[in-house]
Structure formats: C-alpha cells, structure tokens
C-alpha cells in the first residue's frame, strides 16, 4: 500500500482503474475509495479520515499525475 497525502489524491502518476466508492457516501478511515494502475501494479487509494465523500475528481481511464487531488471528503 502506497502513503497517503492529506486529502485522497495520487501518490504517483498513474491511470485510474475503478471507482470504489459514490459521492454522497460515508467513509470511515482505510475505505477504499478507488484502484490505479502504476508501474504494472493495482494500488488502492483510501480515506485518509472519517467523513463524507463529497466528489470524485477522476474516471476510470484518466491518467493522474502525483499528487493530484482525487477526491474530497468533509
């Protein structure tokens, strides 16, 4: 599993593989919220805290650049 930055974002380039969690949803601390392919391997990215999805910043198919800001939770 690959460090988190403060809010959901890319640790590292990569391409977002899969949608794991809805705007809207509650998430609670290490929910998975989406996967990304990255140097050949699926990494997770998960709530860095407790709170309320409330965007989804990238679609399954987009290439992210590191530290790209992924998703907002309030």
Known sequence: MLPLIPLPGSPIPGLIAQLQASVGAKVTKGDKLLMMEAMKMQNEIQAPRAGRLT??????????????????IE
């Open 55 to 72: 965007s989804l910043r990238a679609t399954p198919g987009q290439t992210v650049n590191a530290g790209e800001i992924l998703a907002t």
